[in-house]
């Protein structure tokens, strides 16, 4: 199945929802037939884009790297983010859904947007924010796994 099908029906499960998990958009994909890998891909740079495309409205600035972690923690697939077909077609529904509360539960959902609100509480100017690559886990990660990982991003050579 390709990312812009996948991107297209994951956008649709989320503008029928004013509330949902991850795993619920999971299980949904799942039941319309697409692969768990394929949802996950999708959801992950569904919610990517579309936080990015509210905070760098901002004025924050980010990596253009992503990077994917297995459960323990080890990166087994990175790459440009702007040549990711999942990320792309995301970013082409941005204007269509951003009215929809789903659009807003799920970039309140993102890390991104959560490490974003930290700083600002923290007194932070969005402007002054450069985020680092966009990390994603294949699938539920160890507390080992998520520390491993955060040291990866804080000090990846």
Same mark, same amino acid.
């Given at each position: 199945?390709?990312?812009?099908?996948?991107?297209?029906?994951?956008?649709? *499960?989320?503008?029928?929802?004013?509330?949902?998990?991850?795993?619920? *958009?999971?299980?949904?994909?799942?039941?319309?037939?697409?692969?768990?890998?394929?949802?996950?891909?999708?959801?992950?740079?569904?919610?990517?884009?579309?936080?990015?495309?509210?905070?760098?409205?901002?004025?924050?600035?980010?990596?253009?790297?992503?990077?994917?972690?297995?459960?323990?923690?080890?990166?087994?697939?990175?790459?440009? *983010?702007?040549?990711?077909?999942?990320?792309?077609?995301?970013?082409?529904?941005?204007?269509?859904?951003?009215?929809?509360?789903?659009?807003?539960?799920?970039?309140?959902?993102?890390?991104?947007?959560?490490?974003?609100?930290?700083?600002?509480?923290?007194?932070?100017?969005?402007?002054?924010?450069?985020?680092?690559?966009?990390?994603?886990?294949?699938?539920?990660?160890?507390?080992?796994? *998520?520390?491993?990982? %955060?040291?990866?991003?804080?000090?990846? %050579?």
């Amino acid at each position: 199945m390709d990312p812009e099908t996948a991107v297209a029906n994951l956008a649709e *499960i989320l503008a029928a929802r004013d509330k949902f998990t991850e795993l619920e *958009i999971y299980e949904a994909m799942e039941e319309q037939g697409f692969p768990e890998p394929v949802a996950i891909h999708a959801y992950k740079f569904t919610q990517t884009a579309w936080a990015r495309a509210v905070l760098y409205s901002m004025g924050v600035r980010f990596d253009n790297e992503y990077i994917w972690f297995d459960a323990d923690g080890e990166a087994v697939r990175a790459g440009l *983010i702007e040549e990711e077909p999942y990320y792309l077609a995301a970013v082409g529904l941005v204007e269509k859904y951003a009215h929809k509360p789903a659009f807003s539960l799920l970039v309140q959902m993102s890390a991104e947007a959560n490490t974003v609100d930290a700083a600002l509480q923290d007194g932070s100017e969005a402007e002054n924010l450069v985020l680092g690559p966009a990390a994603f886990f294949m699938e539920a990660a160890t507390e080992e796994g *998520i520390a491993k990982a %955060r040291k990866y991003l804080t000090d990846p %050579r």
